[in-house]
C-alpha cells in the first residue's frame, strides 16, 4: 500500500494494491456530509477495493501521511510509506491504520457503503481520518492486503 499526493490539486491516492488495474474500476463515492468532504472508494471488476481517494487531503489525511507521499509524477515511483492492516478471522473485519498511533482516538466515524460491504472512516477531533474498518473484508480487499494482515498476526 501507499499513496500519492497531488499538492496543486490537494488530492491524495491511497492505493491498496501496487500496479494497475485491469478492466478499470467503479468509483464509490461517501456521502459527502457524512465525510465533510469527498472521499471515494474505487473497486476492481471483481469488486475488490484498490484505492481510496481524498480529496481536500491536506485537512483529512495527517501532514506525516502526506509527507512521505510522492508527488504525482509516473516518473519517481510509488511512495514506501507503509500501513498497518489487521484483520479478525472470527468477525471477518479488517482495520486500515492511517496514523502511527496504535491506538488513534477517534471523535467521529462516517459509514461509506461500496460494492460488497461498508467502511467505516474513523476521523479524530481535528477531523483527520486516523483509520478504516471494513465489513466483510475477505469480499471487500484485495487477498494480498488480508494475507499481509494474516502475517502481522502470527
Same mark, same amino acid.
Given at each position: +500500500?501507499? #499513496?500519492? /499526493?497531488? !499538492? ?17 474500476? @467503479? @468509483? /464509490? ?8 468532504? +469527498?472521499?471515494?472508494?474505487? *473497486? ?5 477495493? #484498490?484505492?481510496?481517494?481524498? +480529496? ?19 516518473? %519517481?515511483?510509488? =511512495?514506501? !510509506?507503509?500501513?498497518?492492516? @489487521?484483520?479478525?478471522?472470527? $468477525?471477518?473485519?479488517?482495520? %486500515? ?6 491506538? =488513534? $482516538?477517534? *471523535? $467521529?466515524?462516517?459509514?461509506?457503503? &461500496? ?8 476521523? &479524530? ?25 494474516? !502475517?502481522? !498476526?502470527?
Amino acid at each position: +500500500m501507499w #499513496v500519492k /499526493y497531488d !499538492r496543486s490539486a490537494d488530492a491524495a491516492y491511497i492505493h491498496l494494491v501496487g500496479g494497475d488495474v485491469e478492466g478499470g474500476v @467503479t @468509483t /464509490y463515492p461517501c456521502d459527502p456530509l457524512d465525510v465533510d468532504g +469527498m472521499i471515494s472508494f474505487d *473497486a476492481d471488476v471483481g469488486e475488490r477495493l #484498490v484505492g481510496l481517494e481524498v +480529496m481536500d487531503a491536506s485537512k483529512k489525511l495527517a501532514p506525516k501521511l502526506l509527507g512521505a507521499a510522492d508527488p504525482t509524477s509516473a516518473e %519517481l515511483g510509488p =511512495p514506501s !510509506r507503509r500501513f498497518r492492516i @489487521t484483520h479478525s478471522v472470527a $468477525s471477518d473485519l479488517a482495520y %486500515l491504520y492511517l496514523s502511527d498511533d496504535p491506538a =488513534p $482516538s477517534v *471523535a $467521529s466515524t462516517a459509514n461509506c457503503k &461500496n460494492g460488497t460491504g461498508d467502511a467505516h472512516l474513523d476521523f &479524530n477531533a481535528l477531523g483527520v481520518l486516523v483509520g478504516i474498518e471494513f465489513t466483510h473484508a475477505n469480499h471487500q480487499l484485495p487477498q494480498e492486503l488480508i494475507e499481509a494482515a494474516e !502475517r502481522l !498476526r502470527s
